[in-house]
């Protein structure tokens, strides 16, 4: 079997500018009476877990453990935030997903900095959570932001559930998420739909595209098979 890890924010989809940062503050409000949000810190490829941590920790507020609420309320508002915006879906990811939810050796997964709540608020609109859920449970299949403050962590407690026989890949837009799939000897397909230029993520992988438009996403399908 060989498991393809999405990234969800700037490798799937983009979200409208401001979107990410109103609902951080809607539920940094709500929970913790705090008036700031996620871009007081420099956020980008962090998981949840860590931006609360850290933000919290810039007003002079330990938190031991984040609280569910957190996670929960932050989903909620986004939710509501992409009800009336919904994010875009970028250049050749829904071929892509298509192409590969046909194939009986292939399972999507997701790896995100992002909730499971929050993660849900972003799918559902542009309809893509489909291609990441499971049949029976329903719930999407991956490993999400609100279970370690360290991301590159996220891809060993996946590979921890399947056999050593099985295989790989990462595809991801962040320098975070490049860097990580070097420390864990984990191949990756690299994107620059996000902030991260070309030229910078062939630091870290042999296989990065501008975009999976102009049928670019079928390069992507036979590296895959053949990783």
Known sequence: MIH???????TLLSVKHGINRRSSAIMFHKVFGADTDEETI?????????????VMAHLGTKIR??????????????????????????????????????KDFVKLALLTGNSPWRSEAKLVPCHLDHFFRDKKSHKLVGVFGDITE?????????KNNFSN???????????????????????SILV????????ELKKYSGY????????????????????
């Open 4 to 10: 393809v890890l999405f990234d969800i924010d700037e």
């Open 42 to 54: 420099q956020n980008a490829g962090k998981t949840e877990a860590l931006i609360i941590r850290e």
């Open 65 to 102: 453990k984040v609280p569910e609420e957190a996670y929960r309320v932050w989903g909620e508002a986004a939710g509501t935030e992409l009800e009336k915006n919904p994010p875009i879906v970028l250049p050749g990811i829904k071929e892509l997903l298509e192409e590969l939810s046909k």
């Open 150 to 158: 360290k991301r590159s962590d996220l891809i060993d407690f996946y």
């Open 165 to 187: 026989k099985d295989k790989f890949v990462i595809i991801d837009d962040s320098l975070i998420g490049a860097k990580m799939s070097v420390e864990k000897h984990t191949p």
């Open 192 to 199: 620059a739909t996000g902030k991260i230029s070309v030229m």
């Open 208 to 227: 990065v595209f501008e975009n999976f438009g102009e049928n670019r996403w079928k390069q992507v399908v036979e590296i895959i098979e053949n990783i």
